[in-house]
């Protein structure tokens, strides 16, 4: 009797155990995604399709549609081999604060990669109100970034633009975005072969 006594609570101890382990990896899993990006302080990627997740459930003929803003700063892979990391991680920081300048109250913006920021902008009554923002999103990397003291850094951004439909999910909008913003890199870098 005391076997089966000692088995029992050696078998509640494995599966409480498990129960701790299972709970300890999900609140792991949980902090990865709601952390922000540590240079930057913006949304990663998880969080930006969440975001887009909700906005898309709310969005409506009264809400209006979503604009999915894709935006690459071209030339800071030049800082990073000329001048180092540093200047390089100074200069995504630069180019961020200039993207959550450049936006509307109630915005997003979201670094998904290494020079790639990501903007969700809910609320668009009309395809010129996502023009505008790409616009200012332009016109705030007119000036060169100036990552240190000594450096000055001139650099391009290629901006391109998913609108939200009926059938837009998170990753059609991300991917539609993306294909735009390389179409404007592509159209820019070709004329920058003509000239």
Excluded: W
């Amino acid at each position: 009797m005391d076997a089966v006594r000692v088995e029992r609570s050696q078998d509640l101890l494995v599966q409480t155990a498990a129960v701790v382990a299972a709970q300890h990896e999900f609140a792991a899993r949980l902090r990865r995604r709601i952390m922000p990006d540590p240079l930057t302080g913006l949304p990663v990627r998880s969080l930006l399709v969440e975001r887009l997740e909700l906005s898309l459930a709310a969005a409506g003929p009264d809400t209006g549609r979503l604009a999915v803003v894709c935006c690459d700063v071209d030339g800071i892979a030049a800082l990073d081999h000329a001048h180092g990391p540093t200047v390089a991680d100074s200069a995504r920081t630069e180019a961020a604060g200039r993207l959550v300048s450049a936006v509307r109250q109630g915005d997003l913006v979201a670094r998904i990669g290494t020079q790639t920021f990501v903007l969700l902008c809910p609320g668009i009554t009309a395809v010129d109100d996502a023009g505008s923002i790409a616009a200012r999103v332009a016109t705030a990397f007119d000036a060169p970034l100036r990552p240190s003291p000594d450096v000055v850094a001139p650099v391009r951004i290629s901006v391109g633009i998913a609108l939200s439909g009926r059938d837009s999910t998170p990753e059609t909008l991300l991917a539609a975005a993306d294909r735009a913003m390389a179409g404007v890199r592509l159209e820019r870098h070709g004329a920058g072969r003509q000239a």
